[in-house]
């Protein structure tokens, strides 16, 4: 009793940091197009687009990889799930984005459900690897559906209509579409991780024997987290497939699962805005290195280094170390 | 009914027998003491009892219901709660956040994915009930990493208390605590008496002869003695075997 002191620190207050960085990443992309069209380059809006998407992707991937410490290395196959729904579903003339969505959400729900309950009987690299299994398992159906192009992928002869209404054939439309659906997506996230599910999912994360201790049993929570992390992940396929007017399987390589996890890793893991800042970042830098050289794979590995180990918190750590100086 | 039955416990590492047929007792508000030297098997039987690792064969009954093969978590809900003797806490959680969650376990739906549960009253008031009981109220807003290790113990009870259990396993909740701490969580305990059924694991001698109604000397996984604790204090076989045969008993 001797050694309890009375003045508590208050806790850390970790959710204002996590909305306010989000809101101004989401006042910079609403900005975005005027910029595009005060500089008269148009392909900009198509790369903006691309980034929203991946935004979606990666915070996505973060409510299990940061929330429910689940490295799920399969990831883009929902990428891929969103894709081929567009593409197969406009192929029957059914190009309303709702029912192409709701397409996606539903396969990613039944893929999600039987692969997460396979593979949540595993644990660390082999969780990673089931996981990278199955979403191989997945990129090679997709390259044996002839019909769609297989290995080639298929072009879209249109885009997704929205209310019967061609209006995402504009690019700023399908930008700001994108934006919107990422915004939701992020409200919808930020709640699930500040409610009684997510506190069960976080605390499973800190210590699963504990969480057992007190009467959960954490393999429920974590596959509804896996489940709900991989219908939102296949929405931003929907979005990838509209932007590049093009699906194959190329967006369901393992690859592009590793990316979404170095998005993450890069931005920060386990504050939802650190993903969506890292899937910028890491196109950004695509983008840009790959102008500069072909060997960008090369310094954009270098670059990965460094930040993991100056900055183990990612994007989001070197922002409150730099605060945190600041208000010193 | 005896609250908690076990029957004929085994349980073995390879070679080494760490349960040797263990069959033992704890009635409804008993304080039930086991007692034993270090590697004697005591944490692996409170494994066993609270469904972390299943026994090779006997059988566990609580309340009469067989939970020999109940998870841990469904042992819980049953009111059978454990504390560790290895601290097991959520480290980023705060105090009251940690407790909290016990709470929500048996309060209500865990499925419920929008509201803000730091404005959960409910939740806050029962854990802020449960930290008092365990007298570690003060540091509800402290980070749960950043307590002391005497807090930490204090912090392993509460939470175990928050889930409002009929039975509780207490493995050596006084390790590593000393003085005048050790004091009041004995005092504690004392309080707890008779409002729970209780298995109490613990080294400190002192602590046993004045908390427990009965004794039990668990050694090489083999219970040698069961008994009143001047009866255990008084057995032969257990002085040798564990006390060491010296007078350094407490009187
Ligand atoms: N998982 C395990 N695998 C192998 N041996 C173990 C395991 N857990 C405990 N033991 C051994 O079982 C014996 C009893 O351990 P334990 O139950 O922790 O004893 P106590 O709590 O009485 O000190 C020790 O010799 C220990 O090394
Ligand atoms: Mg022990």
Known sequence: MSVVSTSAPARAPVLAPRVKAALVLFTLFALFPPVVTALDDPFLILIGTRILAYAIAAMALDLILGYGAMVSFGHAAYLGFGTYAVAILSSYGIHDILLQTAAAIALSAVFAFVTGAISLRTRGVYFIMITLAFGQMAFFFFISLSAYGGDDGYGLRQRSTLFGSDVLENEYALYYATLVVLIGLFALSHRIVGSRFGRVLTGIRENATRMEAIGYSPFRYQLTAFVISGCMTSIAGVFLANQAEFVSPAFMSWHRSGELIVMVVLGGIGTLSGAIGGAVAALLLEEFLGKLTEHWRLWFGLFLVLMVLFSPRGITGLIQQIQQGRAR | ?251
């Not at chain 2, 509460?158 to 039975?167: I, V, Y």
């Open chain 2, 1 to 251: 009914m005896s609250r908690l039955v076990v029957e004929n416990l085994n349980k073995s590492f390879g070679a080494l027998t760490v349960t040797d047929d263990v069959s033992l007792t704890v009635e409804p508000g008993e304080l039930h003491a086991i007692i034993g030297p270090n590697g004697a098997g005591k944490t692996t039987l409170v494994a066993q009892l609270s469904g972390q690792l299943a026994p090779d064969s006997g059988r566990v009954t609580l309340d009469g219901r067989d939970i020999t093969r109940a998870s841990m978590p469904e042992r819980v809900r049953m009111g059978l709660a454990r504390s560790f003797q290895i601290t097991q806490i959520l480290p980023g959680f705060t105090v009251l956040e940690n407790v909290a969650l016990a709470v929500q376990a048996r309060q209500g739906s865990s499925f419920r994915f929008f509201g803000d549960v730091v404005r959960e009253t409910a939740l806050n008031d029962a854990a802020m009930a449960a930290l008092a009981e365990a007298g570690i109220d003060e540091r509800a807003a402290a980070i749960a990493s950043e307590l002391s290790h005497g807090e930490h113990r204090r912090l392993e009870l509460a939470m175990a208390l928050a889930t409002k259990p009929s039975t509780l396993l207490l493995d050596e909740p006084l390790a590593g605590v000393g003085g005048e701490e050790s004091d009041a969580f004995v005092a504690r305990l004392m309080a707890m008496k008779g409002r729970f059924t209780m298995l109490l694991i613990e080294h400190d001698m002192d602590a046993v002869f004045a908390l427990a109604d009965r004794v039990s000397v668990l050694v090489y996984g083999r219970i040698i003695a069961t008994g009143a604790p001047d009866e255990v204090r008084a057995d032969p076989a257990v002085r040798t075997a564990y006390l060491g045969d010296e007078e350094e008993i407490p009187a």
